[in-house]
């Protein structure tokens, strides 16, 4: 599963940097797409507005078949306080950019790429292509809560792929 979440998460993230540049945080020094998986951060006081937080939630395997079906369900949470030139009074114009940003992200054909194998660049080897794809489902947005200063929405989608004898 963890090499589905990697090549979910890479392609998103290079999707997202071709849609808008502009959309970038800064993490630890480094600038880079205003998108992050929670469970590979560390945790921090502030939660990042204006930047997407991918969180995998559930996952399912059917295992019937030669190849196991693995489907995980990924939230996508985002937050803005809208811009400081406008002192947030267009904060519902920016979640709506931000709307439109990851429809694109999701919807941009293919829906589907070549899961990656990421783990050999921990090790200084190089990320190497597998045999099988991953695919996801349309995102689905949830409705948009007030949270202190913020507008909030979580956008959801389902990842699915086969399960290479490798990954068992």
């Known amino acids: ?7 979910f ?7 997202l940097a071709a849609i808008n540049p502009e959309r970038v945080i800064v993490l630890a020094g480094a600038i880079r797409p205003a998108l ?3 469970e590979n951060e560390l945790p921090t006081e502030a939660t990042p507005a204006d930047c997407f937080r991918m969180r995998w939630t559930e ?11 693995v489907t995980m369900h990924c939230d996508l949470v985002y937050a803005t306080a ?11 114009r920016v979640l ?34 597998m045999r099988t794809n991953l695919w996801w489902s349309d995102v689905r947005l949830g409705e948009v809560r007030a949270v202190n ?10 990842v699915m792929c086969l399960e290479e004898e490798s990954e068992r």
């Open 1 to 7: 599963m963890q090499n589905a979440k990697d090549t």
């Open 9 to 15: 998460f890479a392609t998103m993230q290079a999707r």
């Open 36 to 38: 992050l998986v929670e």
């Open 59 to 69: 996952a399912k395997v059917d295992a019937e078949g030669t190849c196991p079906l």
């Open 82 to 92: 809208g811009s400081t030139e406008k002192s947030g009074l267009d904060r519902g």
């Open 96 to 129: 709506a950019a931000m709307d439109a940003e990851i429809i694109a992200m999701m919807n941009l054909a293919p829906q589907n790429t070549t899961k990656i194998n990421y783990a050999p660049l921990t090790t200084g080897g190089e990320a190497a292509a």
């Open 149 to 158: 200063q913020l507008l909030e929405r979580t956008a959801q989608v389902a």
